[in-house]
């Protein structure tokens, strides 16, 4: 508690209340600012300011300096004080400052400091709360008298004339303590639940902030993995590319030889050609026969044998090419795809899942309403019954079809292309699914998932809607067969989830396709 010299320390002269925002004159004395300066305004026009405390003059009116120290000592170490003040409530009995209420009476309906709180009647009628200037909600509207009860009845709080004369007459009671004490342990118990659900629902937040760093790091390692695979994607792709360009290159060199050796030899024979031709036309241009004659006699061109050599030159040379060859645009090929037949096949091996290249149809299990293509790859309707075998495994009500092979561990994906027309489901099931009766249906049991040519996704009769319905004629389906995970794609651009089934399989699953007056064709 504070020392009655600290309270005076920090207690202003003129509202004699705590300091708020104290000033300093430059006689030294601290005031309020508002304080300060009202005394200042009222001062204005006499031609002199004097301090309130000391009565020091000044002939102009004083700057006012903060004193931050002052301030930091209220606001630390007065809080209560501050408080109060914040109430806006003042005794009613200090009528030439305004102190701070610290109690207000009811029915006197006063407010009163400390000091006039130690000489206030303390009879039980004097009820005092918290300061206060509304008074009307603690008497009766109706009577002006104290709100002393409550009402269970009516819910509501009532003076004691109320309870005697008025309407609430005759009606359950209580003193207004009781009825708060009550409220309270029904509050209380409230708090409680609160309290434990908030505790859960601060579990709930905790669990799904490990959640969101588990998925962000999950991600976050993917991404890693996908980069670096891309990355050796790129490597793989360029070196083969190098390959395949170097392959290119040496083939030409080898081709293009014979045709540099060649042309080499006909740019000799042209030059000597052109030597002769300019010597003869000079022998033609001349007007001396003798000098033609002999001319001729020491050059000794053979007339009749002029043109023989450029054939067996031509012909020499044409087998030089031959020799050199084509470019083997075969040879490049065949490189080029088993390059990447290499890359694909190290791609598969770094893919989540397994893509299912072998999924075959198992026409043993096909209904006579449908045809299977000989590469077993494509089921379609018809109307023409084909008269198979009578099996167990075999359809007998709907025109359905399952894959040969079962699925039993691992992850595996596959997908399916289907007709604009007609109606199709295309799904998974177990192989003890009835192969007859209104229960055969993939979909319209426990023991097959689905999705159809509308937008539903089916299992045990109850349909999962999509919206908007299926744009294009691919469909994906990821099997996750430990994690119990089945999931439908549309394969359009870009591709959409449609729907996953969490299940924890108990049997192997089979590919299932059922058709009416559509086909749908495996096409991995």
């Known amino acids: 508690m504070e020392s009655a010299d600290l309270r005076e320390e920090l207690t202003c002269s003129i509202c004699l209340s705590i300091y708020r925002d104290p000033v300093t004159l430059s006689c030294g004395h601290n005031f ?12 204005e026009g006499s031609g002199v300011y004097t301090c309130p405390e000391c009565r020091k003059r000044f002939s102009e009116k004083p700057k006012l300096q903060r004193n931050i120290t002052l301030c930091n000592i209220v606001r630390n170490l007065h809080p209560t004080q501050l408080k109060k003040r914040m109430t806006g409530v003042f005794c009613t009995y200090c009528v030439h400052s305004s102190v701070p209420a610290a ?8 407010s009163l400091c400390d000091k006039h709180l130690r000489v206030h009647n303390k009879s039980e009628e004097h009820v005092l709360t918290k300061p206060t200037t509304s008074w009307g909600n603690r008497k009766c509207s109706k009577h002006k008298k104290l709100l002393e009860y409550y009402c269970t009845e009516d819910a509501a709080c009532i003076c004691a004339s109320c309870s005697l004369v008025g309407e609430h007459r005759g009606h359950q009671v209580e003193l207004l303590n009781e009825a708060s004490e009550k409220k309270k342990k029904k509050l209380r118990n409230v708090l409680q639940k609160l309290i434990t659900k908030r505790k859960m629902t601060e579990k709930r937040v905790l669990s799904l902030q490990v959640r969101r760093r588990g998925e962000q790091e999950k991600a976050a390692g993917v991404t890693e993995r996908l980069t670096t695979w891309f990355k050796d994607i790129r490597k793989q792709l360029e070196d083969l590319e190098k390959r395949v360009l170097s392959d290119i290159t040496r083939q030409q060199k080898k081709i293009l030889l014979p045709f540099s050796d060649l042309i080499q ?31 001729q006699r020491s050059h000794r061109y053979d007339f009749c ?42 791609v598969k091996k770094g893919l989540y899942v397994q893509v299912t290249s072998d999924t075959l149809l198992d026409i043993n299990t096909a209904q006579n309403k449908v045809i299977v293509s000989g590469d077993l790859k494509t089921v379609s309707y018809t109307d023409i019954d084909q008269q198979r075998t009578k099996t167990p495994m075999r359809f007998t009500l709907y025109p359905q079809v399952l894959s040969t092979r079962s699925f039993s561990s691992g992850r595996h994906y596959w ?4 007709s604009n027309s007609g109606y199709w489901r295309v799904g998974v099931c177990y192989p003890s699914m009835v192969r007859k009766g209104y229960k055969s249906e993939i979909g319209d049991n426990d023991k097959s998932w689905c999705v159809d040519s509308g937008h539903f996704l089916l299992h045990n009769t109850i349909g999962t809607s999509f919206d908007p319905p299926l744009s294009c004629d691919r469909v994906g389906i990821l099997l996750d067969y430990e994690a119990g995970r089945l999931s439908f794609y549309e394969l359009c651009d870009p591709i959409r989830h449609l729907h996953t089934y969490t299940v924890t399989f108990t049997e192997p699953l089979h590919a299932a396709f059922y058709v009416h007056n559509a086909w749908v064709r495996v096409m991995s």
């Open 305 to 346: 044998g002029v043109g023989k050599g450029d054939n067996e030159v031509t012909q020499r040379g044409d087998k030089q090419v031959l020799v050199g060859g084509y470019l083997d645009e075969g040879l490049i090929s065949v490189t080029l795809y088993r390059g990447l037949t290499d890359i694909l096949t190290d």
């Open 32 to 43: 309020c600012l508002r304080c300060i300066e009202r005394v200042l305004g009222t001062q």
């Open 103 to 110: 109690k207000s009476c009811l029915l006197c309906e006063a």
């Open 415 to 418: 997908d399916v292309e289907t």
């Open 265 to 295: 030899q006909l740019q000799k024979e042209k030059y000597e050609l052109t030597r002769k031709i300019c010597h003869i036309e000079e022998l033609c241009s001349m007007t001396d026969p003798l000098t033609v004659l002999q001319e």
